[in-house]
């Protein structure tokens, strides 16, 4: 299986910031279509920041000017960092690898265990 291995969430105070990564177990140099996504407490998994299809980088509009994804392919990792934390962004964390083409294929979109990110008011 391929396996992603979130790390880097907490509890920080707003304003604050936190930077996650996704280690993932398969070399990523030629997989455009990673990204991070959140599960706050009793609302549905939501995009928070991806790489596309064509190489460029997608966000929620409201993490837009505030969190950044990067990767650093020759360490196979993904990277989210968090500026400007606010109390809404508290959330479960999950990198995501979709290994078909954006298509979003089951069989080949794979997840991370989640980190917990909490900020406090």
């Known amino acids: 299986q391929v396996q992603l291995v979130e790390s880097g969430g907490g509890l920080v105070q707003a304003g604050g910031s936190l930077r996650l990564s996704c280690a993932a177990s398969?070399?990523?140099?030629?997989?455009?279509?990673m990204g991070w996504y959140r599960q706050a407490p009793g609302k549905q998994r939501e995009l928070v920041a991806t790489?596309?299809?064509?190489?460029?980088?997608a966000y929620a509009d409201s993490v837009k000017g505030r969190f950044t994804i990067s990767r650093d392919n020759a360490k196979n990792t993904v990277y989210l960092q968090m500026n400007s934390l606010k109390p809404e962004d508290t959330a479960v964390y999950y990198c995501?690898?979709?290994?078909?083409?954006?298509?979003?294929?089951?069989?080949?979109?794979?997840w991370g265990q989640g980190t917990q990110v909490t900020v406090s008011s």
């Open positions: 790489f596309t299809r064509g190489g460029s980088t």
């Open positions: 398969i070399t990523i140099f030629s997989i455009n279509n």
């Open positions: 995501n690898a979709d290994l078909s083409g954006g298509l979003g294929l089951r069989s080949l979109v794979y």
